[in-house]
């Protein structure tokens, strides 16, 4: 039976090694020694040997027997001997619940040790989580009452992969889940909790789900996307608090327990799924005495809901005890909060400052739950409101306005947060810090102290009732304003920082500000709200929505926001909505109608707009588009204007960026050379970052340099440097994300393989190309995989089979991908792409795909076909040479010399290979160079 320490259980002792840990104190079962506070406490061996089988099995009760038997074992002794050694106990543990607290007596049944105990030394230590999971938060407060519901859950969990928690709200349902999850975190499973509360609508659940689990979100159907990730993941997904969206949780729950075979969910919910597969495991209210009851305080510590109240008022009040005479007005009051532990544990809170007796009178003055009999009303209306209701009556003036409008935040926020949006000239700041302080110390707001500051957060069903005392007072819309702008103007700041940190270090600072950043925007395109705060708004949140992948999140709030402008209206914030708008379609959409739409709108705006530096992203991304057009000469003369056009005006980092566009811009036109000149200067850029006001910049420029740096010199011949560089790359992509690691395999790795003829290494990296793209539904770099893995079985096909074999030829999602494709396999070379490196269209692998043309006329036969071949084996020689191109050029030269070796030319042919192989100085064991050189070697033999 699965047990939390201090409740029953069914374990009969602890181990004999175990260390036993109860507030101040450490008790070592097997050194038979006891410290307080570190210091060694004096203690006669029959009182340690009875104090360590009460300690051993906290919550229950050991009757006078046993406790004779563990004292004396083989001596039979009076009943008083035990009455004397618990009473020096008692007086030995005087300290946090008081002697009584610790040991109570339980009239004619025995004794039990009440406090919760942690066990240490022979405890059993939990296998560490994978990186991507993500365990519930931690309880500052041990789970009370709930060992019985805990253990069925837990195995429920062994016979269901659904299992959800019901229950009305406040009952406990979230607690329970976390220590579930504690419960069975050392079984071999990934285990992920993902809070439901922050998010405001049905839409933005599978990206809740995507972001707690680190999944990138880059497409319109973000639960395939994580129906690809967890396909071969075993995972056991809390999902808490689905109430108020759960339709979708039903949907995306079929979807998952249907499609992802080692997925598991444990979900919390005021209502059932309602879908098939389904466990209920529904969650009552602590059990409180009847009020006929006649009580003491040992026997009424047996209710769960009066040993959890004890507990929270002990740790609200250092000098609460609680004794026979405290029974009847902890009783009354657990009763009339129907046991519900939110309630309990909000109300336990109040005892420092009136006492029990007058808590309990105030409680019934005031009437806080209503009528009893009004059982037709939600569970939180009946308890918690009233249980809220009276808290708040009980708050000074100044505590009540900042606990009201602390409903503004919808999730962590910091001190500084807190003041920016609360204080006024009615609430100066020293009011609010000491509101603060005393709010939390009051229970009334979380506190979250394991990060680089403290952060706090209203509970989900606190922060309503708030809401409503701040609708109330007739503050909302002007704190509402005041969140809002506070969070635009910490964007700003975070937009700011972004040049001087890390992304992790970005993201451990900032990160926790999404939640309300959505809370803002919600605002602003509400019914009082600011449009224009809104577009700044999501403008400055481009970090979180590529960092934390909510591409598809945020595109539909910029399409909203976009919506709201006409004509020339504030042209800055359509032009960053805009230019917003085409980076999530570049990264989620092939949809080229509407990209041009959007580069049509990128035209009008950019001659009304007056800085220059809000024109550079989007005029950058227009190259980029180019390049997946294949019209390189767009793409550089889109760089090149920019940079003439700005070369008075431009800030340096805004140089920076544009650079970086052109390095890649350069590269692809052919100029190898000056891309490996412009790269290299951006590589050395003491720059930390590129500011954000220039490009999202999604990928380190670290990393997509080095990609075309290595692209670049593979091409003019420095066979092994590009190698080299290209494991560099993959290194540094690693550690800069999902993105970057797919952009590398794709555009740097693959390549670079298949070009040196590394069959083995290039079905890795396509294989890991293929699974990046599909767990992070990358469908345009999928497709590229696609079609390197088509080129590899092409490769690998022998003719010795006897049969002829038909391959799939993958068709590219763009002109870029294909002419990538072409330089692996040929049978990409379309007419069209042969008809344009004819015209010397195809920039940086012209000289290839004249050479595969010559291949095609060489095999294709006819009576000219040998002229035709060898025009473009020399064509693709002499534009080869043109740029620098030694790699190609080795290709060409390898072609014309089995052509003229043919043809009896065997001299000539030995004599310009030899030429071409004698300008290589690295490389020579990569199957490019060991095929030219075993050519030789056969034109040579006489």
Known sequence: MATLRGEVSDQKTSNAQDTLRFGPFELSCGAKTLFRDGRRVRIGGRALDILIALAGRSGEVLTK?????????????????????????????????????????????????????????????????????????ES??????????????VAELDRHRLITIVGPGGVGKSALARAVGDAVADRPR???????????????????????????????????NLVAFLADQDVLLVLDNCEHVIDAVASLVTELIERATGVQVLATSREPLRISMESVVRLQPLETPAADAILDAATALDYPAVRLFVDRAAKSADSFQFGDNEVPAVTDICRRLDGLPLAIELIAARVDLFGINALATSLGERQMLGARGSRSAQPRQQSIRGALDWSHDLLSLPEQMVFRRFSVFRGWFSLESAVAVIADNALPTDDVLDAIALLTAKSMVNTDTGGTRVLYRLLHITRIYAAEKL???????????????????????????????????????????????RAALDWSFGADGDVEMGAQLITGSLPFTFQLS?????????????????????????????????????????????????FDRVDALCPIVGESKFKIEPLLARAVYNIERGDHGAALNDVVRLGHSMRQSIHPLGRLAIDRTEAQVNHFTGDFPRSRSIAERVIRHPAKTIPLIYIPATIDRQVTMRIFMARSLWIEGWVDQAIALSAEAMTMAGRDGPLSMTFTLAMGACPIAFWSGDEDLAGRYTDQLLTYGRRYTLGRWERLGDGFASALEHRRATPQTGHARTFTIVEPVSEMQRMLLATIDP???????????????????????????????????????????????????AVARQQGALSWELRAATSLA?????????????????????????????????????????????
């Open 550 to 598: 909510l591409i598809d999140e945020f595109k539909i709030r910029a399409e909203t926001a976009l919506a709201f402008f006409t004509g020339d209206q504030s042209p800055v914030a359509q032009l960053r909505l805009v230019t917003a708008l085409v980076q999530f379609s570049l990264n989620s959409s092939s949809d080229q109608a509407a990209l041009q739409a959007l």
């Open 898 to 942: 089995g052509l003229w070796r043919r043809q009896d030319r065997v001299a000539a042919a030995g004599a310009m290979l030899q030429a071409t192989l004698d300008r290589f100085s690295e490389g020579f064991q990569t199957g490019e160079l060991r095929r030219a050189s075993a050519l030789l070697d056969q034109l040579q033999t006489p």
């Open 190 to 224: 990934r285990l992920c909790f993902v809070d439901l509360t922050t998010i405001g609508s049905a839409d933005l659940l599978p990206a809740a789900v995507a972001s707690a689990l680190d999944v990138a979100v880059l497409s319109r159907d973000p639960v395939r």
């Open 471 to 517: 609708a109330e007072s007739g503050e909302s819309a002007c704190m509402h304003r005041r969140h809002a702008g506070h969070f635009r103007d910490l964007l700003i700041g975070a937009e700011a920082q972004w040049e001087t940190m890390n992304r992790q270090q970005w993201l451990d600072v900032h990160g926790y500000a999404i939640d309300d950043v």
């Open 140 to 153: 500052a407060n041990p789970l009370v009452g709930r060992a019985p519901i805990m253990a069925t859950v």
């Open 65 to 137: 027997n046993e406790l004779l038997a563990a004292a004396w074992p083989y001596t039979f002794v009076d009943e008083s001997n035990l009455r004397v050694h618990i009473a020096a106990l008692r007086k030995l543990l005087s300290d946090g619940l008081g002697g009584a607290g610790f040991l109570v007596n339980v009239a004619g049944r025995g004794y039990i040790f009440t406090a919760p105990v942690v066990s240490g030394g022979s405890a059993h230590v939990p296998a560490p989580q994978q990186a991507l999971s993500r365990a519930p938060p």
């Open 827 to 877: 049978r990409h070379v379309t007419e069209p792409l042969a008809a344009k490196a004819d015209q010397d269209l195809c920039g940086w692998c012209n000289a290839e795909i004249l050479r595969l043309r010559g291949e095609h006329y060489g095999q294709a036969g006819g009576h000219d076909a040998d002229a035709k071949a060898e025009r473009y084996f020399e064509r693709a020689r």
